[in-house]
């Protein structure tokens, strides 16, 4: 049994063997017929495309034979053209160098000739040497013997003569000096009229601004019995309150205000108003309450018209104090010209100058403004306002110009810049303007006065009359004793006069009236 296992062991792997060679006979076999197809397909292929490039070469040679019989005639059209503009350049170039062979020779025909010139220039400038020296030679004869004729040496006449020039020239520059500045006053007066007459027509404020009350009615007798305390504790209390004296005459139904300070006297105006028309029981209590009220109140309307005047002419930097001080002119007044108003006007006039002079307009406007601010505090503290108003500015950061203006706007320091003399002008506008100012009584008197014996006291004249509120005086002469030519020379020298004594605003206008007075009487005999 075993053995029979043993021989069918033997046979299945001997079996095994005989395949597995028959196995790899069959795939060699297999591999080398596939080779031999590859090589076959690889040679069809490389005779496929060799030929297909000989095709593709012969359908190149094709095209490449059909483009040039296209454009072989524009080739050779081209060709020809090229060898026309080849002619043409040769015989550009040809020409060219023959004008550059020309220009060479002038060339250098011009150089001989500057050669030529630049000898006989200097032959000329040996010629013009000698020249010199034979001059020189001459002046040092000439000198020798003219020193020796006027038997002194060349440097002092030298001297002499420089001292000549000099005196001549000093002369005529002081005659055109003298020339231009007589030319330039006549021009300047003209322009000063032109310019004063534009700025005063463009100037639109109103001509005549509010008067200073200073007394207050009494609304009855009612509220005069009230005020009027036997005791006068009434007057007391109010006087110690407001710092004014307080005037009540007998027959007189008003109360009147007398003080140095306008503001404290604005401050009595309305407190005794504001008690009379309270029509309460008038006591010392009552009065301190309301003028403490209206104390506020006017210190509340002093620091809005202070802004409010520093707004309308649009100043900025202004200190505070400073608008205060100008709040408080609009109580102020002189010759009856409210002061606030009047510094508003100058500060406009100032302005509107300095635009037709070309000058700062916004520091004219300060300027101006600022001009008599201290006239605000004149009354408590010593000087001119002027100064004092400097004063004051210059210790709250003014400009040293701007302090400068204000102190020389009435001279009490020789004005030097433009703003300076800008706001002299502006003042004096403002200031003699018509309905700006009005004169009392006694000082109108006073005026006439003067005017009537300044004009009386001319040989000659035999009366005169002052008109027009003291804008004219009229003065009337013997015409026996003065003729036309004396009432033209007395007319003048009596405004010669005027201006010279009299203190006054404005122009005065004098007339002189040639009188003649013819008397005859008629005389008949009855029959």
């Known amino acids: 049994m075993l053995v029979v296992i043993a021989i069918a062991l033997v046979g299945i792997i001997a079996g095994g063997g005989l395949g597995l060679a028959l196995h790899k ?26 030929l297909k490039l000989l ?43 023959q004008i550059v062979q ?85 021009h300047a007066e003209t322009r000063a009229k032109k310019i004063l007459g534009l700025i005063i027509d463009r100037f639109a404020r109103p001509y005549c601004a509010e008067r200073g009350i ?31 004296d307080i005037i009540v005459e007998e027959g007189l139904d008003m109360v009147g205000v007398a003080g140095f300070d306008p503001v404290r006297r604005e401050l009595t105006r309305r407190t005794l108003e504001r008690i009379f028309k309270e029509k309460k029981s008038i006591t010392p209590d009552f009065i301190k309450k309301i003028a403490e009220n209206q104390r506020k109140e006017l210190t509340k309307n002093i620091k809005h018209d ?8 649009k100043l900025e930097g202004l200190n505070a104090e400073i608008r205060q001080m100008m709040g408080s002119l609009r109580y102020r007044y002189s010759f009856t010209q409210n002061q606030y108003f009047h510094c508003g006007e100058v500060g406009w006039l100032a302005g509107l100058l300095a635009s037709e002079l070309g000058i700062d307009i916004k520091k004219a406007r300060r300027v ?63 200031g003699a303007r018509p309905g700006a100012r009005r004169s009392t009584i006694e000082s109108y008197n006073q005026k006439v006065s003067e005017l009537q014996d300044i004009a009386r006291s001319f040989q000659g004249v035999t009366d005169c009359f002052v008109l027009s509120g003291g804008r004219e005086c009229r003065v009337l002469v013997n015409g026996k004793k003065i003729d036309d030519t004396h009432a033209l020379d007395l007319s003048k020298k009596i405004a010669a006069r ?8 404005g122009q005065i206008k004098v007339v002189v009236v040639r009188e003649t007075i013819v008397t005859e009487q008629t005389r008949k005999e009855l029959a």
């Open 25 to 50: 006979l069959q795939n060699a076999r297999t591999l080398r017929l596939a080779r031999e197809e590859a090589q076959e397909i690889v040679g069809e292929a490389k005779e496929a495309i060799e």
């Open 55 to 97: 095709e593709e070469k012969e359908r190149i040679q094709e095209i490449e034979m059909e483009m040039w019989t296209k454009v072989e005639p524009e080739m050779l059209k081209t060709e020809g053209r090229i060898e026309d503009l080849q002619e043409v350049a040769n015989e550009n170039k040809a020409k060219a160098d």
């Open 102 to 186: 020309e220009e060479k020779k002038k060339l250098q025909e011009r150089e001989a000739d500057v050669k030529t010139q630049e000898q006989a220039l200097k032959g000329q400038e040996t010629e013009l040497n000698k020249v010199k020296d034979a001059q020189k030679a001459l002046n040092k004869e000439f000198i020798e013997k003219l020193t020796a004729k006027l038997n002194t040496s060349a440097e002092d006449f030298k001297s002499e003569l420089k001292a000549m020039m000099e005196d001549e020239a000093q002369r005529r520059a002081a005659r055109l000096a003298q020339e231009h500045e007589e030319d330039a006053k006549e």
């Open 214 to 244: 200073g007394a207050v009615n009494f609304p009855d007798s009612h509220a005069r019995k009230l005020f009027c305390d036997p005791a006068g504790n009434n007057i007391k209390a109010l006087q110690e309150a407001c710092g004014c």
């Open 306 to 313: 202070g802004d409010s005047l520093a707004k309308e002419l």
């Open 368 to 430: 101006g403004m600022l001009h008599d601010i201290g006239k605000s505090m004149d009354h408590v503290m010593e000087g001119g306002h002027a100064v004092i108003g400097a004063d004051f500015i210059a210790a709250r950061g003014e400009a040293p110009d701007v302090v400068h203006a204000v102190k020389a706007h009435h001279f009490d320091e020789q004005p030097s810049t433009d703003h300076a003399f800008i706001v002299i002008a502006a003042d004096a506008i403002s």
């Open 498 to 505: 005027i201006e010279e004594e009299c203190n006054y605003p």
